[in-house]
T-cell receptor, first 117, second 115 residues
Framework: AQKITQTQPGMFVQEKEAVTLDCTYD???????LFWYKQPSSGEMIFLIY??????QNATEGRYSLNFQKARKSANLVISASQLGDSAMYFC??????????????FGTGTRLQVTL | DADVTQTPRNRITKTGKRIMLECSQT?????MYWYRQDPGLGLRLIYY???????NKGEISDGYSVSRQAQAKFSLSLESAIPNQTALYFC??????????????FGEGSRLTVL
């Protein structure tokens, strides 16, 4: 079974609008972390935001927020006030802290976001 | 200068050739990783290392080998390259402890094409 599922291969959003990128995960470990990375066309991987499984509040970093719904095992990224520079591939990833895989991040397949005028 | 440096950034080679991708880091992290990115498949882990004496296979290690020459250096080798190893390769580091999340810090990627 996929540990991280991103069901939207591509998304479009108009500049200045908000957009939600979906991510669902699968784990039996009660202690885990969820990460979002951005990959612009230049190829580098940029860390955006982190949510721990025990965090009571949804994580926020500037225009990025993480809509964490633990019971649904979802960790959607919300980008507010989209900008042209937000056009990129976005990856959701998970680290499980109590299992033998604690050292690894498992990635989803990504969502390509295109911001239009 | 980048904290995690990969060389070469781009390489075109032929089937059967031996290729080495090198990674060095100045972050002082103990953990290093090699990931491979293919369109539609996301990033998949090839090998990872906790320190110079600890090397672990990831989910797609067949056809690859690694060497951790020092805490700061982690190399990925393709002994006999084949076309389906054409991909974007990332080296990454992390400093996993109770005080942090274990976020990965990535190099800029090495684009490998095998003809």
């Amino acid at each position: 079974a996929q540990k991280i599922t991103q069901t939207q291969p591509g998304m479009f959003v108009q500049e200045k609008e908000a957009v939600t990128l979906d991510c669902t995960y699968d784990t039996s470990d009660p202690s885990y972390g969820l990460f979002w990375y951005k990959q612009p066309s230049s190829g580098e991987m940029i860390f955006l935001i982190y949510q721990g499984s025990y965090d009571q509040q949804n994580a926020t970093e500037g225009r990025y927020s993480l809509n964490f719904q633990k019971a649904r095992k979802s960790a959607n990224l919300v980008i507010s006030a989209s900008q042209l520079g937000d056009s990129a591939m976005y990856f959701c990833a998970m680290r499980e802290y109590n299992t033998g895989t604690a050292s690894k991040l498992t990635f989803g397949t990504g969502t390509r976001l295109q911001v239009t005028l | 200068d980048a904290d995690v440096t990969q060389t070469p950034r781009n390489r075109i080679t032929k089937t059967g050739k031996r290729i080495m991708l090198e990674c060095s880091q100045t972050k002082g992290h103990d953990r290093m990783y090699w990931y491979r990115q293919d369109p539609g498949l996301g990033l998949r882990l090839i090998y990872y290392s906790f320190d110079v004496k600890d090397i672990n296979k990831g989910e797609i290690s067949d056809g690859y080998s690694v060497s951790r020459q020092a805490q700061a250096k982690f190399s990925l080798s393709l002994e006999s390259a084949i076309p389906n190893q054409t991909a974007l390769y990332f080296c990454a580091t992390s400093d996993f402890s109770a005080s942090n999340t274990g976020e990965l810090f990535f190099g800029e990627g090495s684009r490998l094409t095998v003809l």
